[in-house]
């Protein structure tokens, strides 16, 4: 490749990288100003009102909390580098473990939400799409030593970070699988007679996610939940959310910006409501 043609190419990937971002502050203006901030009030359904007054707002410490954001502080200093593959793109890069830690780890706030949805609707079999380093799943998988929790990650060499990160935390109920989960998947589901709980933050590309979506369908029952990730991140992510909310099976969602929860239960509505959290 020329100097000519490298330039080029380096400005088309900057022109690319300036539109989504300046996509995302839209989206997240947009959100902010028609998402609801009534914590649970004007929300009609007592299964729904429950969930967002004593779950979304509940500001409870748990005993593992403290013990995971000391390890996330630890990983953001880090300096180890890692060879990882990311097979929705089908490119590789090396990436500093505290770089993973610093900017694609869920925060603090929306790992314990995945700890509170889990605890308070007593899940017993949760999935995770996408491991990363490891710390969403050990939120998920320390509510109860009950919890089946697998979690899927594409990358070996950040599998093996997040095993030892559960080691650390002494967390014992969590089963990692590594490699393209486009294959694992499948396998995986085997394993569950139904799943109680959901989380998708793995390839970010829209027939990926729904794939992943419509596959976990096929387990769920009337109190299953799922949360997807990331759900303003791209293009992309927008149209796979919006497919799942015309879902058939699903009856209620509720956008956080941030991620989208997914509601089967026969009792709700169709309905779709944008919160701020």
Known sequence: MSDGEFAAVNNFDYICSFMKQVRFIYNYI????TARNTKGYGIHSPYLFQLVRYVMYDKSQYYIFPKIENLRHNLKNDT??????DF????SQNRKVSDIATHSLKSAKYGQLLFRIINFYKAQNALELGTSLGLTTAYMA???KDVKCITLEGSEEIAAIAKANFEKLQISNIQIVTGNIDFSLPEVLENFEKLD???IDANHRMPAVYDYFEKCVNKIHDKSVFVVDDIYWSAEMEQAWGLIKQHPKVTTT??????GIVFFNSDLKKSHYKMRY
């Open 197 to 199: 709980f959901v989380f």
């Open 142 to 144: 320390s509510t109860s």
């Open 80 to 85: 180890r580098m890692l060879h990882v593959e």
């Open 88 to 91: 929705g793109t089908g490119k």
């Open 254 to 259: 509720m956008d956080l910006f941030q991620m």
């Open 30 to 33: 947009l959100h902010f100003l």
